[in-house]
């Protein structure tokens, strides 16, 4: 069966430090990876895919099949980033395996 | 472009009443989605349907909750009789057939007394 694991509830930064959101996975099959963020207020949204290798608001994720990771990063943080995020694993027909998610907190 | 539609956004009710939340999803998405979510947890998939035809509902309780989308567009999720743990978010979420971004509706979120 398949699993995401966010393993940090809370991640606390200030403005302008470097973030590094994990995911890590589990699935029998070729994994198709995504971050989905939901500000405060809004609703949840997609932000970027694994299979497109792109930069969405200066977050980027790489798929390590190695290590069984999809980890979201970004250089240096701004207060706008601070969110609730949540790694998700796409399998049987597009459906979406959710991770716990992790609130990013930037502070100023 | 009003994206994913839910009602109502807010429900109080006593145990062993039941409830109902509607979804209208995106025009033209025949896939629709409906999730559960738990306080401080991700969303969980509860049942998807491609157009009128629920083509998951391996995690839907089926021995209190139902759904239906009768003409492939608006769906209803219902439960009955609600208990103490059925607390929390509903959400609603559509796709496009062959497309992998799934847009949320702002969820129904349900307390139950």
């Known amino acids: 069966a398949q699993r995401v694991t966010q393993p940090e509830k809370l991640l606390s930064v200030f403005k302008g430090a470097p973030v590094e959101l994990k995911c890590n996975y589990s699935?029998?099959?070729?994994?198709?990876l995504f971050w989905y963020v939901q500000y405060s207020r809004q609703r949840l949204q997609l932000l970027l895919r694994?299979?497109s290798r792109e930069s969405i608001k200066g977050f980027t994720a790489d798929l390590n099949k190695g290590e069984t990771s999809f980890h979201l990063k970004k250089p240096f943080a701004q207060e706008e980033d601070s969110a609730m995020y949540y790694c998700?694993?796409?399998?049987?027909?597009?459906?979406?395996?959710f991770g716990g998610g992790t609130r990013l907190m930037v502070k100023p | 472009e009003a994206g994913v539609v839910q009602s109502p956004r807010y429900k109080i009710i006593e145990k062993k009443q039941p409830v109902a939340f509607w979804c209208n999803p995106i025009s033209g998405h025949n896939t629709l989605y409906w999730y559960l979510q738990n306080l401080g947890q991700g969303p969980e998939l509860l049942i998807r349907y491609e157009n009128e035809e629920a083509v998951d509902d391996s995690q839907l309780p089926k021995d209190r909750f139902s759904a239906e989308r009768l003409k492939g567009v608006d769906s209803t999720l219902k439960i009955q009789p609600a208990e103490l743990g059925d607390s929390a978010v509903y959400l609603c979420?559509?796709?496009?057939?062959?497309?992998?971004?799934?847009?949320f509706g702002p969820g129904t979120r349900l307390l139950v007394l």
């Open positions: 694994h299979i």
């Open positions: 998700a694993l796409k399998h049987a027909g597009n459906m979406l395996t």
């Open positions: 699935y029998s099959g070729s994994p198709e």
């Open positions: 979420a559509s796709s496009q057939t062959g497309e992998e971004t799934q847009y």
